[in-house]
């Protein structure tokens, strides 16, 4: 696992390092999601996302670091039972846009490093503020549709999937990006 985390850091370093010139960065996009976790229900979570287009790439990819996280918290009061999870991720993904009128379809892929963390707090049952947390680095597949308010605003609406081993989401994001 640890050659991954390696591997994702360097990535995004590069990726976030890299001198913008003109032109590069296309747009900023501001994503609202209902995520669902292996093993949990349904939850809310945000992400914010820059868009890049290399001039050494074709016209119709663009290159995305973004940040996501989400949290869940539960509290069974009768029980004097208090848990969280939560998961904080830096990744990049590459997409292709199919340029439409009125609409641009998109389909993509890239790699993600998520921070996730679990804690509990259940006196009754021995547990007193324990807690675990670790990190893992997973594939993303993403699909969507863009559609322009106007020149500079559209809003997209994408299924997004994280596969992190024993951890795996799927994401219904809807957003608004903002081109430069």
């Given at each position: 696992m640890r050659p991954y985390v390696l591997l994702s850091?360097?990535?995004?370093a590069a990726v976030?390092?890299?001198?913008?010139r003109a032109g590069d960065l296309v747009g900023i996009d501001a994503t609202t999601s209902t995520v669902m976790q292996e093993g949990?229900?349904?939850?809310?979570?945000?992400?914010?996302r820059l868009r890049f287009h290399p001039a050494a790439l074709i016209r119709n990819v663009e290159i995305m670091p973004t940040i996501e996280y989400w949290r869940n918290s539960n509290?069974?009061?009768?029980?004097?039972?208090?848990?969280?999870?939560?998961?904080?991720?830096?990744g990049v993904d590459a997409r292709y846009v199919f340029y439409?009128?009125?609409w641009e379809p998109y389909l993509g892929a890239g790699y993600a490093v998520h921070f996730l963390s679990s804690s509990v707090n259940a006196p009754a049952l021995g547990l007193v503020d324990a807690s675990d947390s670790f990190t893992k680095g997973g594939l993303a597949a993403l699909a969507g549709?863009?559609?322009?308010l106007t020149t500079k605003v559209h809003n997209f609406f994408e299924v997004k999937y994280h596969h992190v081993t024993?951890?795996?989401?799927l994401k219904l994001n809807w957003g608004i990006s903002y081109n430069l």
């Open positions: 850091a360097v990535l995004l976030c390092a890299a001198p913008a949990q229900s349904s939850l809310s979570g945000l992400a914010l509290s069974l009061s009768a029980f004097g039972i208090e848990s969280s999870r939560k998961d904080a991720t830096l439409r009128d009125g549709v863009s559609v322009p024993e951890n795996r989401q």
